[in-house]
């Protein structure tokens, strides 16, 4: 038996196999759930393609966030292919993006309102967004979970991305407060730097991750992102049954290190 035996899941943001939403619906599989992905635009076929790569091929759905339409017809979307009296046990954002050429890689002071808008628009706001879309399919022990890069700090090269990940943290706190009374739960995991395919598009990214191994008490692999998918199941597993507003570190210890 798995911790996520009979629960439906939904990844929203799986784009390749090396991504961290790639690993949390690897794991999900592994640990009993049936699991739905999500991505939209030219990275759909892609997805497509990436679902056949794991144990069970899934359902990929065509979501774009930031999308009205899309947001309006998630929850009969997720019906289609679950049942009409579908349930999600478990909703997972692994959604971010902000623009390499302007707002990340040392240009903070030159980042344009356009663009930071943007960012904070897919990185933060669609939480609450994916969390309302999928409501009505949401019930008492339900979990959402997103992804974040520790926003306490400062971080080389991360600029506007840093400030969207503190939004991102806030949101959540809000959610899980007003979520709570209904017994959903609305926590976050926070990632030591992983080779995905976001990360490679950050400009000085090798100088952030450089620093990790060396300073994080339990070392840490940056091609290894099953230790993160197991923290994203364990939360929406039945194990945290109190537990909501949290930010999870996944990090080798290192948010824990004063140098």
């Not at 892609?46 to 930031?66: F, G, N, Q, S």
């Not at 959402?144 to 971080?155: C, E, P, S, Y």
């Not at 926070?190 to 952030?208: D, N, Q, V, W, Y």
């Not at 039945?238 to 004063?258: L, N």
Request: net charge negative; aromatic share 6%.
């Amino acid at each position: 038996m798995g911790i996520l035996d009979g629960k439906n899941i939904l990844v929203a943001g799986v784009t390749m196999d090396t991504s961290i939403g790639f690993a949390v619906a690897k794991v999900a599989q592994e640990q009993g759930a049936t699991v739905l992905i999500s991505n939209f635009g030219r990275a759909l076929s892609i997805t497509k393609r990436i679902a056949k790569r794991l144990p069970v091929e899934p359902p990929v759905l065509d979501l774009d966030v930031t999308n009205a339409d899309h947001l309006a017809g998630l929850a009969d979307a997720v019906r289609e292919h679950l049942g009409a009296d579908a349930r999600l046990d478990g909703v997972v954002h692994s959604i971010a993006y902000g623009s390499p050429e302007t707002l990340l890689g040392g240009k903070f002071l030159d980042g344009p309102w356009e663009d930071v808008a943007q960012a904070v628009q897919v990185s933060a706001y669609s939480l609450k967004s994916l969390a309302i879309a999928c409501r009505p399919l949401l019930s008492a022990g339900s979990s959402v979970v997103g992804l974040t890069f520790d926003a306490t700090v400062a971080w080389p090269a991360y600029d506007w991305m840093g400030v969207a990940k503190a939004g991102l943290e806030s949101t959540a706190r809000y959610l899980a407060r007003d979520l709570g009374p209904d017994g959903i739960r609305v926590n976050l995991v926070s990632a030591g730097p992983l080779r995905t395919l976001a990360a490679k598009a950050i400009p000085g990214f090798e100088e952030l991750d450089a620093m990790w191994a060396s300073r994080s008490p339990l070392g840490w692999d940056n091609t290894d992102q099953t230790p993160t998918a197991k923290a994203v199941c364990a939360l929406m597993s039945d194990f945290f049954p109190a537990t909501t507003g949290e930010i999870v570190h996944v990090d080798g210890g290192y948010h824990a290190m004063g140098a």
